[in-house]
């Protein structure tokens, strides 16, 4: 089942609008050290094609597991969010198209915050609903300007980290911030915010230049690692912004695959089309390289797994502090492990294929 443009070709389009002018090959794994540890299975499967619509995905946004082992499963074809026992046995379903108390228009991500509550960010309706473990609502934070964060991360206690992207229109400048937020929406704290020319002939370049990859930890920690193509590096931050410790590797580059530049390419013309944008030729080849650090997230035992970005199959290396422990990825025998997103968090590892050719499913490790 394939589904529509992603929220970033939308978020740029939108840019390239305001502006009013027109402006493959399979890769093999990173060399290194071999895995030293265990290749990930999954050990349960929840989804079907056809049958129960209690099991039945429109498009899977994302999806977390709860202190009691619960899964949630965030579906952004009708916006709700389906409950499933560790057995994978489903339990409810809640939410809904709308702009009422639970309900949502354009659901972006979906956290469990330390206190064991959920906060789901609606960047469409500008706010976040925090739900309790029984998905009741908790409380509703409205007012976000432009939108709420559209990712996130948990922090200590009722606090989350968050990133969106920021724009200066009258000047053409883009950039991107990092802030810590709890029971407002403004943030009470910024960790990163980088904004440059919106450069309408090298599109990729000026919107990738200022990107970051974020997490946050229950200890409220934050770890920050900027965009790049060529550069390895996660800076560790305390809570209120001192730098704790930064980690470095050497990294090679890799090239882009041929397919992805394509469907890049392919995604923005039809969004821009049908936005009414003017006619125009638009190449991402100024981004030739994948990132070698795609994502970070932290376990159950304080460890940061960080994935690589030039790896066809997901790969990560899981540090303690600025310790590398060791390297694991997805076991390509019992999976599908193309265009597949992993999550990594305190009570467990869930994954699931972001376009699937086939039936949206997610995977519990």
């Known amino acids: 089942m394939k589904s529509g443009p992603s929220l970033e070709v939308m978020f740029l389009s939108m840019m390239i609008l305001a502006c009013g002018e027109s402006p493959a090959q399979e890769q093999d794994e990173p060399s290194g ?12 499967e929840i989804g079907l094609e056809m049958g129960d619509s209690c099991y039945v995905f429109g498009n899977v946004r994302d999806a977390c597991i709860l202190r009691d082992g619960t899964i949630l499963v965030l579906d952004s074809y009708d ?8 057995s994978g046995d489903f339990i409810s379903v809640t939410g809904g198209t709308g702009e009422g108390p639970g309900e949502y228009l354009r659901p972006a991500a979906m956290i469990v915050l330390e206190d064991g ?11 976040v609903t925090i739900l309790e473990p029984d998905l009741t609502v908790s409380e ?15 922090a200590s206690g009722a606090s989350y980290t968050g990133a969106r992207r920021v724009f200066d229109r009258a000047n053409s400048l883009y950039g991107h911030m990092v802030a810590l937020w709890s029971d407002s929406p403004e943030p009470d704290l910024e960790y990163y915010r980088e ?31 900027p965009y790049s193509t060529t550069e390895y590096r996660i800076d560790v931050y305390d809570s209120t912004g001192v730098l704790l410790y ?44 994948q990132i070698p650090l795609r994502g970070m997230e932290v376990d159950r035992e304080g460890r940061l797994w960080v994935e690589d970005g030039r790896a066809r199959v ?39 294929e972001v376009d699937p050719e086939t039936y949206p499913r997610v995977f519990v490790f």
Request: aromatic share 10%; no cysteine.
């Open 314 to 352: 997901p790969r990560f290396s899981v540090y303690r502090h600025d310790e590398l422990l060791f390297e694991t990825s997805l076991d390509s025998t019992s999976m599908p492990v193309e265009g597949i997103a992993v999550k990594v968090s305190p009570y467990g590892i869930l994954a699931w």
């Open 117 to 127: 509550r959920i906060l789901i960010s609606d960047v469409s309706n500008t706010r």
């Open 195 to 225: 904004m440059g020319d919106f450069n309408m002939e090298r599109l990729r370049e000026s919107t990738d230049a200022r990107q970051v990859v974020f997490t946050s930890d229950y200890d409220g920690r934050v770890y920050l690692a």
């Open 246 to 289: 930064t980690i470095t590797e050497e990294r090679e580059s890799v090239d882009r695959p041929e397919e992805e530049i394509q469907r890049e390419i392919e995604e923005m013309r039809e969004q821009l089309e049908r936005e009414g944008a003017p006619e125009m030729a638009w190449n991402p080849v100024e981004q030739y390289y």
């Open 140 to 154: 509703t934070i409205s007012g976000f300007v432009p939108w709420s964060p559209e990712r996130i991360s948990a």
């Open 79 to 86: 916006n709700t969010i389906s409950a499933y026992d560790a």
């Open 33 to 44: 050290a071999d895995a030293a540890g265990p290749m990930l299975a999954p050990v349960l």
